[in-house]
């Protein structure tokens, strides 16, 4: 029998025992591929899944995003993440920089739109009301120490110009702050910390600095014109030719300061203390400085014309070479002071104190002395035309070479005739 008829003749013998197998393997099958069904379901719905972490770009916007956000926790996130990209990426500090001080800008306006009774301008914050001295909100705290830190650790890009213009940061602790070339114009820094602070070629316009900590601060180039400095602390600040026009710095200690070469013109300094200052070839004309303290100033070479100085202390002060015409110094103290060769033409020096004042060469033309104590004064090769001695004292004057005519009104009355010079 040939192997085919074996088989056909199995199969018939079998049929039904097939058949009943066939059944169940194929029920297992079907019940296996339903079973695995589920379990291969969610792994096609799942999303799918980079291998590489977010890019950059991908990061810097979701950031921008977050920042954007009315709640607290998603803008300090963003904050945080751009602040992670600006260590990560240099070319990108600057673009943070300048979106984290948008921010500053919109959170921390200078006058604040949305309180009550804003005050007219910076000058009148010394009296803002109690709505502007809250504190501020932890995502503008936020986003000024990131910037503050970057431009430390990480240096100041050369086309960098950090724009802070009108906003609130009184109260700020910006102690030794990287604020090179930074825009503050009409920025509040009431009490402020700018300890040793650089602020140099800073536009500080219109700026409110009211009781603010500048010892040491870096202001070399600073534009402060029409800045308030009231009180301010000013010890040790470096102002070299820095522009403080127009401004009111009343009572402000710049004691030690040194503010060479600067511009400080119609500014009001009325009991400002300036104690060994250094005002080498700086310039105040039409400048209120009544009572200010200058005691063993520097301000040699320097242009005070039409300045107001009655009462000032300027005691052993360096004023050789100054330009002091039509100065008021009535009642100043410039006992032992340095006047040698200063032009003090048609200056008021009634009331002065003179007393051991050097006043070589120096150019009295029509000044009013009357009043005034010159007790051992050298007055050699001065020249006092048309000077008003009227009640002055010269006891002991040095008068040798001195041009000396008769004064306007012809009845002055020293107390003892000049010495001559030994």
């Not at 109690?130 to 503008?140: E, G, I, L």
């Not at 986003?143 to 503050?148: E, G, K, P, S, T």
Request: hydrophobic share 45%.
């Amino acid at each position: 029998m040939s192997l085919v008829a074996l088989a056909c003749d199995w199969y018939g013998r079998n049929r039904e025992t097939l058949t009943a197998v066939d059944a169940l393997l194929g029920g297992s099958l079907l019940t296996w591929g339903v079973l695995r069904q589920p379990f291969r379901l969610p792994r096609r719905n799942r999303p799918h899944r980079s291998d590489h972490p977010p890019t950059t770009t991908e990061m810097f916007g979701r950031a921008v995003e977050q920042i954007g956000s009315a709640k607290l926790a998603v803008c300090l996130g963003g904050i945080h993440t751009l602040d992670r990209i600006a260590g990560e990426s240099r070319p990108d500090q600057a673009a943070v920089t300048e979106i984290l001080a948008a921010l500053i800008r919109q959170r921390a306006p200078w006058p604040d739109p949305a309180a009550a009774d804003p005050p007219a301008s910076t000058q009148d914050a010394v009296t803002m009301p109690d709505s502007y001295r809250r504190q501020r909100s932890a995502d503008v705290a936020a986003a000024l120490d990131v910037i503050i830190r970057r431009r430390a650790t990480d240096g100041i890009a050369p086309d960098a110009r950090l724009n802070l213009t009108r906003t609130n940061l009184a109260r700020a602790s910006l102690k030794q702050a990287p604020l090179h070339g930074a825009d503050l114009f009409a920025a509040n820094l009431q009490q402020a910390d700018l300890a040793g602070a650089d602020l140099s070629q800073a536009d500080l316009r219109r700026a409110c600095l009211h009781r603010a900590t500048l010892v040491g601060a870096n202001l070399a180039g600073a534009n402060l014109t029409g800045s308030n400095l009231t009180q301010a602390n000013g010890r040790a600040a470096d102002l070299t030719g820095a522009t403080i026009s127009w401004a009111d710095l009343s009572g402000v200690n710049l004691y030690a300061a040194n503010l060479s070469g600067a511009t400080i013109l119609e500014a009001r300094l009325g009991g400002a203390n300036l104690h060994r200052a250094d005002l080498r070839g700086a310039r105040l004309g039409d400048c209120d400085l009544d009572e200010a303290q200058l005691g063993s100033a520097d301000l040699s070479g320097a242009r005070l014309e039409r300045v107001s100085l009655r009462g000032a202390k300027l005691g052993r002060s360096n004023l050789s070479q100054a330009f002091l015409y039509g100065a008021d110094l009535a009642a100043a103290d410039l006992q032992a002071a340095n006047l040698r060769r200063a032009d003090l033409s048609w200056a008021d020096l009634s009331g002065a104190n003179l007393t051991w004042a050097d006043l070589s060469d120096a150019i009295l033309y029509g000044a009013k002395l009357t009043g005034a104590r010159l007790t051992g004064a050298d007055l050699r090769r001065a020249d006092i035309r048309a000077a008003d001695l009227t009640g002055a004292c010269i006891d002991g004057a040095v008068l040798q070479d001195a041009i000396v005519l008769t004064p306007a009104n012809g009845d002055a009355k020293p107390g003892a005739a000049p010495r001559a010079a030994e």
